[in-house]
């Protein structure tokens, strides 16, 4: 059996895995909620339909950086707790930077003056993945650490 021991820092990996994640997925659906208002897309429907909504792209596009977040977070705050206990801080660290780059990811892809092929590259969204990639190697650390020991 092995075990494994918490660090003290690891509070800081717990604050960004809950606090970090829940006010950047308010502030990502903040912006979809004023997108219904300003395109004038109703509920139920998830996206505009071309064709029937005047701005269906813009909206969309607003809606699709959102959906991205949303997708990509189940594996993310895996990757993010476990690759926390073996190096807390720079996961911590890391989560701050994969929120803010789903911020600055939106903020682009959602821009309807960037070509939609490179808007998501645009405005800083790719340096969430330095804390995606930090997460990943940190929780491929922990899992070699676990095996040695084994």
């Known amino acids: 059996m092995v075990l494994v021991d918490i660090p003290s820092q690891y ?3 717990v604050l ?5 994640s829940f006010f950047t997925n308010g502030y990502l659906s903040t912006a979809v909620m004023a997108a219904r208002d300003k395109y004038n897309v109703g509920y139920p429907n998830l996206y505009a339909v071309p064709g029937f909504h005047k ?3 813009e909206f969309n596009r ?3 950086s959102h959906q991205n977040f949303l997708e990509g977070l189940p594996s993310y705050m895996v990757l993010l707790l476990l690759g926390g206990i073996k190096y807390p801080m720079a996961n911590a660290v ?3 930077f994969y929120f803010i780059g789903s911020i600055l990811y939106q903020k682009g892809y959602s821009d309807p003056t960037i070509d939609v092929k490179t808007a998501r590259h645009k405005k800083g969204g ?3 993945y330095i804390g995606l990639f930090t997460s990943l190697y940190s929780t491929g650390a922990l899992a070699y650490s676990l095996l040695k020991s084994a």
Do not use: H, L
């Not at 960004?16 to 970090?20: F, L, R, T, V």
């Open 94 to 96: 890391g989560s701050v």
């Open 11 to 13: 509070g800081w990996v």
């Open 126 to 128: 790719p340096i969430k």
């Open 55 to 57: 701005n269906a792209d």
């Open 62 to 64: 607003v809606q699709r």
């Open 16 to 20: 960004g895995a809950g606090i970090g």
